[in-house]
């Protein structure tokens, strides 16, 4: 309908005008005068004169608002119709307020999700009640494999209370031997387990075993657990020996009385109140190694809360009382008691705390690996995208657009190149292959052969020597490839036509691989089909168009010739020009004369088929019949004889300028750079005699 219409003119069949309902005014046009296909099929045509009911689209109204409707529509068209609405009554102030309202909205929402995911319904879904552990094992698994969860900052916390509490004895309480051998050893215990867990930070200079030896303590899970158990018990043994140590001093005490004069009392023990306080400081940094269980720091706060309740009612009780003595107002219960619940309260509190943490750092977890395998999926469909554009687009085209973050939407890409190889290649008996019946399941086998013989063909690019070689695109049964686009490929003008041109001879051993990927095809599905190539050379544009379905594609003069020399071709064969065979010359192709072919809007070109590399070279492959045993091209030959002598309107037998699968002018696949139209045929008489035509191919019908 495209091919055999007018220019400025809509050219439809009857059979769509008996859908248009009388809603335009038409007249016939006759398109089957100027198309032969139309007129063999019987189709009557006609041209779109004017509308007689323009076309209204139903529009769906269900809110009425003070007379006004609103159309059903998204919430961001019914925001632009009111803003619309608004800016018309001059009130653009309102409407700038509700877009800050909808942005306070918004935010507020949000803010009301992250509140409501704070409830750790997650948690409850994934973890026991008593334990918190995850009901996944490799969740629990993942969870303390989690680098977070091993801080080397909490171990740092056990130090720096050792010497903290150190420090206080040594000012509140006397120096004795006993305290600074609790001292000296606890402390250099805790600071080799900082040291092991530092050993991120050291410097390169320090020894390479010892490092690589902390660092495997560090990545073990049970090390993880075992070094701040280990801070915990030392901590808890060097104030318990402190305390244990004063307490004896004070049994020389026979009465209360005698508590009130110092000189009378060992002052090691005028304060043992400090040893709970002391206490409480073990118990906070027992609360703080995130990779022991709440469960594990419970069972360790209870035992030392117990140890130091017992010394304090049984050991400590006479210091305590004396210390107690010594204060100048009076307290409701004795110290020891005191100290005992003051202890007990720290614990119950610092087990509630301990679970608060775990419940959080699992619920940051369970975030965590959320927005991980989100990103993963984000990851895995950029990929999965980036690979699309990849296909789509031509390598160093893809780049381009995937690099450039700052690129508009209406930006185009186009590129021109002097020296580039085209080449077209079809199968001209695709189209009686094809058929729309039962048998073929309304033609789907029938593409599901095209897509394994394209495949194929997209196959061979995937080679490393056809890495330089673009797939252009299909259309039908025919594919266009091009050569010397890679933009990283530099030659100079004076450099040799062997090294400027390599790209166009590894086209034409591209082409080669094409008629042998199809034979063996042929082989393997029992038909005969056969390729007919054209190839040319020359300067070219190429561009990507389109903004919803951008394609990149090739223009010129080179592409125009190039389609005239595979349209124009015999099946088979690869036919080129005169000035494209120069060149392949110089890399030992065979060439045979094939003589002037009228080619559209170039008049008469001088052609010739390539007939393969010296010592390699090979017949036309021409496809057999299967029903008389004889080559086809014996069929052209008599066959187009019948046909200029008689003017047979066999619908089997076309024009010689016509390629099956192709349209007749070719226009359909490259726009004429020329303008030029032509009336003449693409083929002239000597040469349809010669048997260059693929006419009498149609005489083979192809069973599906």
């Known amino acids: 309908m495209e091919s055999s219409g007018m220019a400025g003119r809509v050219h439809i069949s009857a059979t769509t005008l008996s859908f248009l309902t009388g809603e335009f005014e038409v007249e016939p046009a006759y398109g089957e005068k100027r198309e032969e296909a139309l007129r063999i099929a019987g189709l009557k045509t006609y041209f779109i004169v004017r509308v ?64 409501s995911r704070d409830s750790h ?17 490799e969740m629990e698994k993942s969870y303390h494999l989690h680098t977070e969860s091993f801080s080397n900052i909490t171990l740092q916390a056990f130090l720096v209370v ?47 075993c010892m490092t690589s030896c902390c660092r495997r303590i560090n990545e073990s899970l049970w090390m993880q657990r075992i070094l701040p158990a280990t801070c915990i018990i030392v901590l808890t043994a060097v104030n318990i020996t402190d305390t244990i140590n004063c307490a004896p001093l004070e049994s020389h005490s026979s009465s209360r009385g005698n508590c009130s004069t110092t000189e009378e009392t060992d002052a090691g023990c005028l304060y043992p109140s400090y040893f709970s306080y002391f206490a409480v400081l073990i118990l906070i940094a ?5 990779c022991l269980s709440y469960l594990c720091k419970a069972v360790f706060m209870i035992l030392i809360t117990s140890a130091h309740c017992a010394i304090n009612i049984l050991v400590l009780s006479p210091a305590l009382d004396c210390e107690e003595s010594r204060k100048h107002w009076a307290n409701f219960t004795k110290s020891k008691y005191t100290l005992s619940v003051l202890l007990v309260t720290a614990t119950l509190s610092l087990i509630f705390l301990a679970r608060h943490m775990e419940q959080v750092s699992r619920v940051l977890f369970l975030w965590r690996s959320e927005v991980e395998e989100q990103r993963e999926r984000a990851t895995d469909m950029r990929r999965r995208n980036e690979a699309l554009v990849y296909n789509v687009l031509p390598p160093h085209v893809a780049a381009h657009f995937m690099g450039n973050r700052k690129r508009q939407h209406d930006e185009l890409y186009s590129q021109s190149y002097a020296e580039i190889g085209v080449l077209f290649a079809s199968m001209p008996n695709f189209s009686d292959f094809y058929s729309e019946e039962t048998v073929n399941n309304q033609g789907l086998e029938c593409l599901r052969f095209l897509n394994e013989v394209i495949s194929d063909f997209d196959a061979l690019l995937e080679l490393p020597q056809f890495q330089d070689i673009i797939k252009i695109k299909t259309i039908g049964s025919t594919y266009m490839a091009a050569s010397g686009l890679n ?9 040799p036509i062997t090294v400027r041109w390599a790209h166009l001879a590894l086209l034409v051993e591209f082409a080669l691989e094409l008629k042998k990927a199809l034979q063996s095809i042929n082989e393997q599905s029992f038909n005969h089909f056969v390729l007919k190539l054209g190839i040319n050379h020359g300067p070219i544009t190429a561009g990507v168009i389109g903004a919803r379905k951008p394609h990149y594609d090739i223009w010129g003069n ?16 690869i036919q080129v020009t005169e000035e494209t065979c120069q060149i392949l010359q110089h890399f030992g192709y065979q ?21 393969g590399k010296a010592g390699k070279i090979t017949p036309p492959t021409a496809p057999v019949s299967p029903i008389l045993g004889i080559s086809t091209m014996e069929t052209v030959t008599e066959e187009e004889e019948s046909h200029e002598s008689q003017k047979s309107d066999d619908k089997t037998v076309i024009e010689c300028s016509t390629g099956e699968g192709y349209k007749s002018d070719d226009d359909a696949f490259t726009s004429d750079i020329d303008g030029v139209a032509s009336t003449q045929p693409l083929i002239s008489d000597d040469v349809c005699e010669k048997g260059g035509s693929e006419n009498a191919l149609l005489l083979n019908q192809c069973e599906p």
């Open 558 to 573: 080179t592409v125009n010739v190039a389609s005239r020399m595979e349209s124009t071709g015999k099946a088979g064969c």
């Open 121 to 137: 319904r997650e948690l409850v879904k994934n973890t026991t009640f008593l334990t918190l552990r995850f009901v996944k094992p």
């Open 52 to 115: 007689l009911k323009p076309y209204q689209p139903e529009i769906k109204q269900e809110v009425q608002n003070g007379g006004g409707i609103i159309p059903e529509e998204d919430s961001c068209v019914i925001a632009d119709f009111a803003s619309e609405n608004k800016e018309e009554d001059g009130d653009a102030t309102l409407g700038a307020t509700r877009t800050r309202q909808d942005s306070e909205d918004f935010k507020k929402r949000l803010r009301k999700e992250l509140v």
């Open 286 to 290: 027992a609360a703080l190694p995130a």
């Open 591 to 611: 060439f045979e004369q094939r003589g002037l072919v009228a080619v559209k809007g170039k008049g008469q070109l001088m052609t010739y088929y390539l007939l």
């Open 487 to 495: 933009p990283s490929r530099y030659v100079k003008p004076d450099d």
């Open 162 to 208: 050792r010497l903290a509490v150190g420090v206080s004895q040594f000012v509140v309480l006397p120096r004795t031997m006993m305290g600074f051998l609790s001292f000296t050893i606890g402390s250099l215990i805790l600071m080799v387990i900082s040291a092991i867990s530092l050993v991120e930070v050291l410097p390169a200079t320090v020894c390479v």
